[in-house]
């Protein structure tokens, strides 16, 4: 056993992350690490996991936890990538960092801090906010969930407060940009955001690395509360390299009339897990899912959604799209839940994804569950090729064969940002997404 | 009450088939499921010693294998299997002449519409009540053209190597619990062969009936329609209405094979408290064709899903299917389609209905193995809830390994509509009434597919059930 | 004009079921045997609303007034009573029921029309409803049709009037039967109208259009103008014209108030 190493996966390494910590946060951590020693390893048995084998995926033994110092706010040292992806895409409210794990580097426009807008890491919110953290952390995402969301209770390194008070308005994103450099390591983080009533706020995160020797797994817990009639939108962009495991809880709270959106973007990772739960908790909340993934090689995205409609008048609308080359795989398992009384529901799902090559496989489970008469639910999955008459048509005007299809995919993926206004995050996505394509012959 | 009493107008407030018969059983094993009881149904049969076997490692298996955990709500289930017996045996011999059928039995069978049935347009009739076909019977021309129609314990008598390079093949033993059960306990159900290239242009017929109390079912039906063969088969399944639970489990398998085409219709409106629990499974050759019209009304639970494996190139699979859940019913309902082979297709067509507190669910599969190319698939399932307190679930399985497949699946769920409903009850119709008639048009695309005394049937019941369901 | 009016309404207010939306608002209107009244105003006049309270939707609720339906109080009957009682909203919508064929919808429609014990011959029924479609210029291929389901506009208004023919009202309600229509198809329509009211000379018509069109083809004995849910002018077809030339803006202005109770035919 690695239990005695302090870098392991271990009883040891969650006293370690807790020393200094506030008492509250250490009882959390042990109870999350207990939970996590008493909950099994989830397998192909369990509905959840049924096309993601974590036996044959996933090593967590073999992993230890980054142990080297933060790296220094100072953008020269920085690895280049990082530096780029900051710069495609630059205007913002405010800025985090993360490399390896940890926070480096944070700012937010002063007009804001004055208003009273928090974005910081966790630590420091932990020193300036202690009130609000033990107030939100891990009660969206709490550590009884499941496996994975113990693990990351118990072991979190570090993560993102953000905070927007009662009312105000945020007309740019904050950007989240991360960096992760270390083979064999397993990086755990949380984000917890938090919208007060009729505020609006745009989130977008991004994670890169290059390719890794060895397996390395990173883990994010995602707390997102809309208040009243607040306006949020929620963005992760996945841009990992080879050997990569992404595994990511997601869970949103729409409180009444709030406008809560996500946009889920996988693109890199050999294994990407996605779980996605939207809790539709006031009357009159609406959540649009979207999801956009373009797998080649041998990658492997598994997308795990649910929208659960608890009050009347509410309203979901999940559109994921992905396109898959060479021999990736990709899974959509996703469920509408509509509980009793919630009337007047009206909930949508469509999932659709092209396969590009002899290779590629899905697995599409869409799911209704409907216990109120008075809703408006469907859901649509398709699962085909490259439309070829468009192919056809673009090839008539003079485009050759890989230019034509390369055109038709982005057509077919454009659908999902058309839906999203963030201009930054479009043009990075559809380049990032012309990179992939451009391998594709 | 009516006094122009024909077969139609039977008393509606009723579940139509809530009567007994008195009959005496020539023998009945004991209750529960042992290994003796599965030694004295194979000895009653007088069944060869391969088939003994073959019955009692199911029984092994049977008992290894736990209680499905997901499909309808089972956790009663045990108690009610130690309860019932697994085999009673009606008469001695089964009969060629109606005439020679015991008058208990015959009654029962009359009030239920046939032989009148069978005079009408049918090419054959055979009839289950409890454990064993009681008759069987096959127009002449088809005898003389090779047609087999036999029940399934002559089958294996009159034409064991047939039988036994098909038995067991489609769905083994050890396929789900149910046709493990299945596999140690059957009796009765229907050996069809179809030789090369005869079309049968009439359907054949097969009526189940369970009479006694804590009575067990477990039919089971092997069906080959030759290259280049058409045959249409029809089950229907009634049972009285008793305090107690009673189950039926049958397994039905079906090879359709090179260019031939099959129909297989079923429709179940079993009394609310059986526990119906089938296996159904056809395997389709190169330009084969198989339809499923699978209609489920009765029964407290049912979980069925016919499947099509399309093993030849261009085969065709087809499933449609009508679920009624009334008050306290779970349909779990649905269909396999697995494509095997290049250029199949397939298609499902769902449609079900929620009232009270009923619940359905549609559970599918649509696979694409690697090398199907051109597989083309279409899934619709459509859902109409009646009360707030109606339930319905979808749970569809897409797997596809094949690039060169088209796979679509479309999911509704709705409820009457109130400006439907206003516009029919402007022009004077009765809001049940029209409420009645929006659910029969909801159903309409695959209600007409249905041979007509069904069809006529499942409107009387939708009628019934939307009366007083407005206001 | 007869004595004793089939329709009497006298300050009908409504609004729209659970909310304070008040879309009529005390609305007076009187029409007599054989009459032909045309009622127009400007988007959002309640006009629609009008024909619906009328034709009892569930969706409106009358929260004061009387209407009268030859002598009997209408508010108190369901939708299908109405029907039964003689009253026919041809729908500015008409709604789609997939599965259930017109000649279906029809025959259970006509039946229930019946006096009580009396069954509808179901030959006589096609062969009515085959002259009726052959007076509308209606394909009988049209009768195994889903109701308006997959229409054009202009066969859901032509299957609107076949279903007038069918059931012949004493009062049809006709709400912007005209809009969606082509010339030809507004031709058609009118002349089966007309061909009803030339058999049926004491069927009474309330047309509810917002165009003049409509009128060159069924000619009103009476015109009236709505605005802000109650009648505000009344007056023979010379008032549709001037609505023609003038548009609607004259009304605009008017003060709710100071216009008191408005003229009655």
């Not at chain 1, 595994?247 to 996605?276: E, I, P, Y």
């Not at chain 2, 519409?113 to 019977?137: D, F």
């Not at chain 2, 064991?160 to 596999?183: Q, V, W, Y």
Request: hydrophobic fraction near 40%.
């Amino acid at each position: 056993m690695s239990d005695s190493t302090t870098d392991a996966l271990s009883a040891v390494a969650v006293d370690r992350l807790s020393l200094g910590e506030p008492q509250w946060l250490r009882e959390q951590r042990a109870h999350a690490w207990d939970v996590y020693e008493r909950t099994p390893m989830p397998t192909t048995r369990l509905e959840q996991w049924r096309y993601t084998d974590l036996a044959k995926t996933l090593d967590l033994s073999a992993l230890t936890l980054s142990e080297s110092q933060p790296a220094q706010d100072d953008p020269t040292t920085w690895p280049e990538r990082l530096r780029v992806a900051m710069d495609e895409d630059h205007a913002a409210s405010g800025h985090i960092v993360f490399i390896d794990g940890r926070v480096v580097h944070s700012d937010l426009d002063p007009s804001l801090v004055a208003k009273g807008v928090i974005l910081m890491s966790l630590h420091e919110a932990l020193d300036q906010h202690s009130h609000l953290l033990r107030e939100h952390l891990t009660t969206t995402v709490p550590a009884e969930d499941g496996k994975f969301e113990a693990l990351n209770a118990a072991l979190w390194a570090d993560g993102i407060f953000l905070y927007v008070p009662k009312g105000t308005q945020l007309d740019l994103p904050v950007r989240v940009t991360r960096w992760l450099s270390e083979s064999g390591t397993a990086y755990f983080s949380r984000v917890l955001i938090v919208a007060e009533s009729h505020s609006r706020i745009s989130y977008v995160d991004e994670v890169l690395s290059d390719d890794f020797s060895s397996q390395t797994f990173t883990s994010t817990a995602v707390e997102v509360v809309a208040r009243d009639g607040s306006q949020v939108q929620y963005v992760a962009v996945q841009r990992l390299g080879t050997n990569a495991f992404y595994q990511s809880v997601q869970r949103t709270l729409a409180h009444r009339d709030s406008k809560l959106d996500t946009l889920n973007v996988g693109l890199g990772a050999s294994v990407s897990r996605v779980d996605l739960n939207a809790k539709l908790i006031g009357p009159g909340a609406n959540s649009d899912m979207l999801g956009l993934y373009f797998g080649d090689a041998s990658q492997h995205f598994d997308f795990n959604t649910s929208q659960d409609h608890l009050e009347p008048n509410t309203g979901s609308d999940l559109l994921y799209k992905g396109a898959l080359d060479g021999d990736s795989r990709a899974v959509f398992r996703g469920i509408i839940r509509v509980h009793p009384g919630a009337q007047k529901t009206d909930a949508y799902q469509t999932c659709r994804t092209l396969l590009l090559s002899p290779g590629a496989r899905v697995d599409s489970l869409p799911n209704l569950e409907i216990e109120a008469d008075d809703v408006k639910c469907s859901h649509g999955a398709t699962v085909g090729q490259l439309d070829a008459e468009a192919k056809f048509y673009l090839m008539s005007r003079g485009l050759d064969r890989v230019q034509a299809e390369r055109l038709v995919v982005l057509g077919f993926l454009g659908e999902v940002m058309s839906r999203l206004p963030l201009g930054g995050v479009v043009d990075k996505v559809t380049r990032a997404i012309e990179e992939k394509l451009a391998q594709h012959g | 009450m009516p006094v122009n009493e024909t077969v139609g107008d039977l008393n509606l407030d009723e579940y139509k088939y809530d009567f007994i018969t008195t009959s005496e059983p020539v023998f009945r094993a004991q209750k529960g499921l042992s290994e003796e009881v599965v030694r004295q149904i194979s000895a009653h049969k007088d069944e060869p010693e391969w088939m003994l076997d073959f019955r009692l490692k199911a029984l092994k298996v049977y008992e290894s294998k736990p209680m499905p955990k997901w499909g309808g709500d089972l956790d009663g289930l045990e108690a009610v299997l130690d309860e019932i017996y697994f085999y009673v045996r009606p008469q001695d011999q089964m009969e060629r002449s109606w005439d020679d059928v015991p008058d208990e039995i015959k009654n029962t069978f009359e009030k239920l519409g046939i032989p009148e049935a069978e005079r009408k347009v049918l090419a054959g009739v055979g009839a289950q009540y409890e454990s064993e076909m009681v008759y069987h019977s096959l127009r002449e021309e088809w005898q003389k053209q090779g047609v087999i129609f036999d029940s399934i314990e002559d089958g294996l008598k009159n034409h064991p190597e047939l039988f036994r390079e098909h038995f067991g093949t489609i769905i083994p033993t050890g396929d789900n619990k149910f046709s493990a059960m299945n596999s140690a306990v059957w009796s009765g159900g229907s050996f069809v062969y179809v030789p090369k290239g005869v079309s049968l242009d009439t359907p054949l017929q097969a009526y189940f009936r369970v009479n006694q109390e804590r009575m067990g079912q477990f039919e089971r039906t092997l069906i080959i329609i030759d290259e280049g063969a058409q045959a249409h088969y029809i089950e229907g399944c009634t049972a009285p209405v008793y305090s107690t639970e009673s189950f039926h489990s049958g397994v039905i398998e079906i090879i359709v094979k090179d260019n031939a085409r099959f129909r297989y219709t079923t429709i179940q409106n079993w009394s609310n408290n059986m526990y119906n629990l089938v296996t159904q499974r056809a395997i389709v050759g190169a330009g084969g064709h198989m339809e499923w019209l699978d209609g489920n009304l009765g029964s407290k639970l049912t979980m069925k899903y016919p499947s099509c494996y399309l093993m030849g190139e261009g085969a065709h699979g087809e499933i449609l299917s009508i679920a009624y859940s009334g008050d306290g019913q779970h349909q779990d309902t649905g269909g396999k389609v697995v494509h095997v082979a290049p250029y199949t297709t397939s298609s499902i067509v769902s449609k079900s209905i929620s009232k009270g507190t009923g619940r359905s669910t549609y559970r599918g599969l649509c696979k694409v193995h690697e090398g199907a190319h051109h597989a083309r698939s279409n899934v619709e399932c459509d859902a109409l809830l009646i009360n707030d307190t109606s339930r319905t679930d979808t749970y569809p399985y897409i797997e596809i390994e094949e690039s060169d497949a088209s796979v679509g699946h479309e999911a509704s769920v709705s409820k009457i509509g109130e400006e439907q409903l206003f516009y029919l009850t402007s022009r004077g119709i009765r809001a049940d009434e029209a409420m009645a008639m929006i659910v029969r048009g909801f159903i309409e695309p695959i209600a007409k597919q249905l041979p007509l005394e069904y069809a006529v049937e499942l409107n009387r019941l939708i009628e019934m059930e939307m009366e007083g369901s407005v206001g | 004009m007869s004595d004793v009016p089939v329709l009497r309404i006298e300050g009908l207010e409504a609004k729209v079921a659970e909310s304070e939306l008040g879309i009529l608002n005390g609305l007076d209107l009187q029409i007599g045997k054989g009459e032909i009244h045309a009622i127009m105003g400007p988007n959002g006049s309640g006009k629609s609303t009008l024909a619906k309270v009328l034709a009892g939707h569930p969706g409106y609720e009358v929260t004061s007034g009387t209407v009268t339906f030859r002598g009997e109080d209408l508010l108190t009957l369901e939708a299908d009573e109405r029907s039964l009682a003689g009253v026919f909203l041809a729908f500015q919508y008409p709604v789609e029921i997939a599965g259930v064929s017109i000649a279906n919808f029809l025959r259970t429609a006509v039946q229930a029309h019946l006096p009580e014990g009396e069954e509808l011959d179901i030959f006589d029924f096609s062969d009515i409803l085959t002259e009726r479609m052959a007076m509308l210029d209606m394909d009988v291929t049209f009768a195994e049709r889903h109701v308006n389901d997959g229409f054009s506009g202009g066969e859901k208004k032509r299957n609107e009037i076949l279903q007038m023919a069918m059931l012949k009202p004493k009062l049809a309600v006709m709400d912007e039967t005209d809009s969606g229509l082509d010339i030809d198809a507004l031709k058609i329509v009118a002349d089966g109208v007309n061909k009803l009211l030339a058999e049926d000379p004491d069927m009474s018509v309330l047309l509810i259009t917002h165009y003049q069109r409509l009128l060159d083809y069924i000619k009103p004995h009476h015109v009236h103008v709505m605005v802000d849910g109650r009648i505000v002018e009344s007056g023979g077809p010379e008032v549709a014209l001037e609505l023609e030339a003038n548009g609607y803006r004259t009304y605009e202005t008017i003060e709710p108030s100071a216009n008191g109770s408005a003229p009655v035919a």
